[in-house]
């Protein structure tokens, strides 16, 4: 009991000296993340965030200028000063998200849904909320605090312990970008998002009609059913979901604010007309895109060249032309198409991976393994690692692959179950302990029997191991047969095998071990 409490005394301390106030609502609040580390955050997640969300929609980057003007003239009003950044997305869902320290994305899909700049002004000082209210950062640092009570709760716990999960908060929060765009907001800071949102709104000259117009659009749309019903769930509403009480209380935020202000309805259509002209084009590309899952490629190739005949500046869709060619097993097809979108847009990962892929399996291994690596530069992902680790086993760089199967292995799709296995593969004949877990047991009959338990992401077989008593010291003083299992284990599954030892001492058993001398991969 009293180590339990001298444990929770470098806690106490951790917490004291954590206590801040919100820069936004004035509240004090444990605050472990510095405004410096918010802003390393955002820096350091905001570029491969936004290639894994679309990438910039950069064939009109005035749509990007504008949203930089509105939301740089509501930032200018807000409670705190960051170095906030605006940018359009070349994604069709209706979606917008902030990272901490104000690097705020807005999907072109929901611009499109929008009817004038008040309702721009509202969705982004609601993200500006997001940033300078520190919900980004509130998340990690929740996520320390069970780290922390986790580490305070094993005993011999230490001081460095909580100070090591604070000191690497940063390092640990610059890898977290997409999840953090998709963590779903409590209510309370939704309420707090819209209430001060409007007030920035009011601030910067907005009508703040147009938040409460905005807020009865997205709960009509929550409840609308059909393909887009289901693109606004898995978009904005997956992770600022709408309700009827948030249109209530921007009623009477609005009651308390007053009347009056600037719609920008004219001004917002304008600034919009040119996307308009060309969004026939993307309207085509979902549909290429929906006819594509079914396998109907000549549909879906149809529609993209109806796409590129009206907006021919667009990468993506000559990229989705070579997508398809690639599902076709059709890889030398899909080279000029990649090529194509490259020349257009050569600052998107998807044409790079894609045409990197395509390389490889036209054998030409060099030119793979140039746009790979230009691929990871931009965004890293499980099939750039994946045939990255394979071009550099083959040529017999042994280290460079295991570092590419590794972190490939981390996605949990079905190329990263592949890396895995190579890993294992390559690993295995250096490491079989790491794979395979031992016990020794006795049998109804008193012998000795060993199980094993495969731990590897792949089947394993000629798993040998051989019997070893230790002394207090963990000396080996006597060394018995090996044991050989023949049969092929699969993942997690148990084998248990005679070890030929007839009896063994109760005393004895705790110095039993087995050692792993060796197993492979099953074919």
Known sequence: M?????????????????????????????????????????????????????????????????INEVGQKLAAVSDRELPYEFVVLNNPVPNAWALPGGKIAVNVGLLSELKNEAELAAVLGHEIVHAAARHGAKAQERGTLMQVGLAAASIGAAISDVDSTVANLAVQGAGLGAQMIQQKYGRDQELESDEYGMKYMKAAGYDVQGAITLQETFVRLSQQGGAKGQSWLEGLFASHPPSEERVAKNKETAA???????????????????????????????????????????????????????????????????????????????????????????????????????????????????????????????????????????????????????????????????????????????????????????????????????????????????PVLVDASGRIVQQGQPVVFRSAVQPGQQAVAQTGISSIAQAQLPYLRFRVDGARVAE
Not at 12 to 28: D, E, R
Not at 319 to 339: I, N, T, V
Request: glycine residues 8%; hydrophobic residues 35%.
């Open 2 to 66: 009293r180590n339990a409490k001298l444990l929770c005394l470098p806690i106490l301390a951790l917490l004291l000296s954590a206590c801040g106030v919100n820069p936004v609502t004035g509240k004090k609040e444990i605050q472990f993340v510095s405004e410096a580390q918010e802003i390393k955050i955002g820096e350091q997640n905001y570029a491969p965030t936004k290639q894994s969300e679309g990438g910039d929609f950069d064939v009109l980057p005035d749509l990007s200028a504008y």
């Open 256 to 466: 308390r604010l007053g009347a009056g202000g600037d719609l920008g309805q004219e001004r917002y259509q304008a600034r919009l007309q040119p996307f308009r002209k060309i969004e026939p084009a993307y309207d085509k590309f979902e549909e290429a895109m929906t006819a594509a899952r079914k396998k109907e490629y000549t549909k879906a190739e149809s529609l993209v060249q109806e796409a590129i005949k009206i907006e021919p500046r667009e990468g993506r869709f000559h990229e989705f032309l070579g997508e398809m060619k690639l599902a076709q097993k059709k890889p030398e097809e899909a080279l000029p198409h990649y090529q194509k979108a490259i020349d257009l847009n050569s600052d998107y990962f998807g044409s790079y991976l894609g045409a990197g892929v395509a390389q490889y399996q036209t054998g030409n291994k060099a030119r793979a393994e140039e746009w790979l690596t230009k691929s990871v530069e931009l965004l890293p992902t499980a099939p750039a690692a994946y045939y990255l680790g394979t071009i550099s086993r083959d040529r017999g760089d042994r280290a460079k692959a295991m570092e590419y199967f590794r972190a490939a292995a981390g996605s949990q799709s079905q190329i990263g179950q592949r890396a895995a296995a190579e890993f294992v593969r390559m690993d295995l004949p250096q490491n079989p302990g790491n794979y395979v877990a031992t016990q020794g047991q006795l049998d109804p009959q008193g012998r000795v029997v060993v199980v094993i338990q495969n731990r590897a992401p792949a089947p394993l077989t000629g798993i040998q191991v051989t």
